[in-house]
């Protein structure tokens, strides 16, 4: 069936960095990738949407120059959460889209200190 | 807009015993209804689909019939195990599935005691 990886499963930064979380689909072709967030006990909540070779598409209220999706090939997304704070800590899952629907990568914890 | 309630957990059930988990839907259209399981730590897996009125998706001693009439996608398993204990997420997927995101309930909390 297909497959999304996702990496790395979890991430320790320092407030000020930038953190980049990678999902790749490893057979299939991911025309769309959704990237969401969740909070402890909480459902998903969509960020943005992202088509191949396009702009994302953020949700309202998801600040578009923190998180960088760049989608720049059928089998790569990137989520890079830039200048990260405390509050950004979340659980982060990617999903794609193809011919076999959503499949979702295992998420990212990212911690920040 | 799309939306999907669930019922609020947790469920707190013991070994053999007969789950159900409510799920109800508003959408326009003729959505696709999905039902995901989410163990600890670790990120979505589909557990069954159900993409038209009447359908019933199954998987792993689970069920849902897509019960138009009642806008209703309701979990059930017969007897259920600890290995079971996790999140459980019911969605809807819009007609143009694949282009829009899933829209998800609030997900449901199961809890299986030996």
């Known amino acids: 069936g297909a497959v999304v990886s996702q990496h790395p499963s979890w991430v320790i930064c320092k407030s000020g960095t930038s953190v980049k979380i990678e999902c790749r689909s490893l057979?299939?072709?991911?025309?769309?990738m959704f990237w969401y967030r969740q909070f402890p006990k909480q459902s998903l909540m969509l960020m943005a949407t992202?088509?191949?070779?396009?702009?994302?598409?953020?949700e309202q209220g998801v600040e578009k120059d923190k998180f960088l999706i760049n989608h720049a090939s059928l089998t790569l997304s990137t989520l890079t959460v830039t200048s990260a704070h405390p509050e950004d800590s979340s659980f982060y899952i990617c999903s794609g889209t193809g011919d076999y629907g959503y499949t979702f990568g295992s998420g990212t914890r990212l911690t920040v200190v | 807009g799309n939306s999907v309630t669930q019922m609020e957990g947790p469920v707190t059930l013991s070994e053999e015993a007969f789950l159900t988990i409510n799920c109800t839907y508003t959408?326009?259209?003729?959505?696709?209804l999905f039902w995901y399981v989410q163990y600890p730590g670790e990120g979505l897996q589909l557990l069954l689909k159900?993409?038209?009125?009447?359908d019933k998706g199954s998987n792993k001693g689970f069920e849902a019939t897509y019960r138009k009439e009642t806008t209703s996608f309701h979990l059930e398993k017969g007897s259920v195990q600890v290995s079971d204990s996790a999140v459980y997420f019911c969605a809807l997927g819009a007609q143009d599935t694949g282009r829009r995101a899933l829209t998800f309930g609030s997900g449901t909390r199961l809890q299986v005691q030996p």
């Open positions: 159900a993409t038209k009125a009447d």
């Open positions: 992202s088509n191949e070779g396009s702009k994302a598409t953020y």
């Open positions: 959408a326009t259209g003729y959505p696709s």
């Open positions: 057979d299939f072709q991911a025309t769309t």
